[in-house]
């Protein structure tokens, strides 16, 4: 299925939360002074237009980074993902959006690598625009990201985020991303494994989050915003969730600082909410 366009969506309630945490992890991980891999299986265009085309249609990012992009009062970890769309507009003006390969790019070290995947041709074209002058530092490769991270896994430093965000179009992706990695951590034990998911009233999305509990890694982490109650029809995404395996100790922290933030300043009702679960050595 190639019908999905992330940019339909870009800079929503799920980016925000997804590049926030993104931005988290990659941090963490650069503090070392240790080269660090960014591997990412569903990389899409790489950065976006607010102004024209999809973006457009429901201007989505109106009630998310928009919400944000003025304000002075943003907790540090809202800072560090707001400053990585400031960089990306110096004028001042909320014209372009980072998708989850700018953002990396944007705060990574200039020596460490980026392996991105995306399987819809238009996309990937797009992809390899946005990074032409990159060298060697960034290679994408047209493909299922699900079939292609095995190639990478583990990478040369023994250091990776690999982040996994397909669009859940296909039932079967809940599956692949359980299978997925289940076979990394095979490969890769000690890699940070970050899964996108929406959420749904979808028995396919409920039956994931145990299973993803179940995997032999040393700790996990899940957070989720809610932006608004289920509807009453049980259609339609409420907000959308990150599962982190082999997490870093410093975030449960930082998710409690920030996610109570989000929910009041991205929140559309009442009913807006948050989870924040830990498990395992974490």
């Known amino acids: 299925m190639l019908s999905y366009r992330h940019a339909f969506h870009a800079g929503n309630h799920a980016d925000v939360l997804k590049h926030l945490i993104e931005i988290e992890l990659l941090n963490y991980l650069g503090q070392k002074d240790k080269p660090y891999w960014y591997i990412d299986t569903h990389a899409g265009a790489g950065a976006y237009s607010l102004t024209e085309g999809y973006a ?4 989505e990012f109106e009630t998310g980074i928009a919400r944000l992009w003025q304000r002075d009062d943003l907790p540090e970890a809202v800072r560090n993902y707001v400053d990585v769309v400031r960089r990306m507009n110096p004028d001042g003006e909320l014209k372009f959006y980072p998708g989850s390969p700018w953002c990396a ?3 990574m070290p200039k020596s460490d690598k980026l392996r991105l995947f995306e399987l819809h041709p238009s996309d990937a074209q797009i992809l390899q625009d946005n990074f032409s002058g990159s060298g060697r530092r960034v290679q994408i490769q047209q493909a299922n990201g699900f079939d292609g991270i ?27 991303v359980v299978t997925a990695l289940k076979e990394g951590l095979k490969r890769f034990a000690t890699g940070v494994y ?3 998911y929406p959420c749904l009233q979808r028995a396919e999305m409920k039956e994931m989050i145990p299973e993803l509990k179940k995997l032999p890694a040393k700790s996990w982490l899940r957070a989720e915003l809610h932006v608004q109650g289920p ?15 082999n997490a870093p100790w410093t975030l449960p922290k930082t998710l409690n600082e920030t996610l109570p933030y989000l929910v009041q300043h991205l929140g559309l009702d009442a009913k807006a909410s948050f989870i924040l679960e830990t498990g395992g050595d974490l």
């Open 194 to 196: 970050a899964v996108w």
């Open 150 to 176: 095995k190639a990478v896994l583990p990478p040369p430093p023994r250091r990776a985020l690999v982040l996994i965000d397909p669009p859940y179009e296909d039932k079967r992706d809940y599956h692949n």
């Open 105 to 107: 790019a944007d705060v």
């Open 231 to 245: 509807s009453a029809d049980g259609f339609g995404m409420h907000g959308s969730g990150i599962f982190i395996l």
């Open 56 to 59: 457009t249609k429901n201007a």
